[in-house]
């Protein structure tokens, strides 16, 4: 049974940092995919970043600069750093496991509950 559990989520101030944590048992991340989605009230959730096995990540066009994923594979664990935090950024972010690089989050097979983070201006 695969469980995907996020943390790292909170209240954080615009302009500050956060990173969200991403812990996997029955998935090993150093043979699959990790991704990260978030869903704002009111809208779709949308693709952030993903890495895979060997380290190669992408990013949503609207992450790039600011996101970033990063994978231990030790922990079997997936990060992401959230820098200069804006207003916009709040939602809850859900960390998502599967066998390809994709942006399309029907080809990911696993999901986690989600972490919320709220940014205040």
């Known amino acids: 049974q695969v469980q995907l559990v996020e943390s790292g989520g909170g209240f954080a101030q615009a302009g500050g940092s956060l990173r969200l944590s991403c812990l996997a048992s029955g998935f090993m991340f150093n043979s699959g995919v990790a991704a990260w989605f978030r869903q704002a009230p009111g809208k779709e959730r949308e693709f952030v970043a993903t890495i895979n096995w060997g380290y190669n990540s992408y990013y949503a066009d609207s992450a790039k600069g600011r996101f970033f994923i990063s994978k231990d594979g030790d922990k079997n664990a997936v990060y992401l750093q959230i820098r200069s935090l804006k207003p916009e950024d709040a939602a809850v972010y859900y960390c998502?496991?599967?066998?390809?690089?994709?942006?399309?989050?029907?080809?990911?097979?696993?999901w986690g509950q989600g972490t919320q983070v709220t940014v205040s201006s």
């Open positions: 998502e496991a599967g066998p390809e690089l994709s942006a399309r989050e029907r080809e990911y097979e696993y």
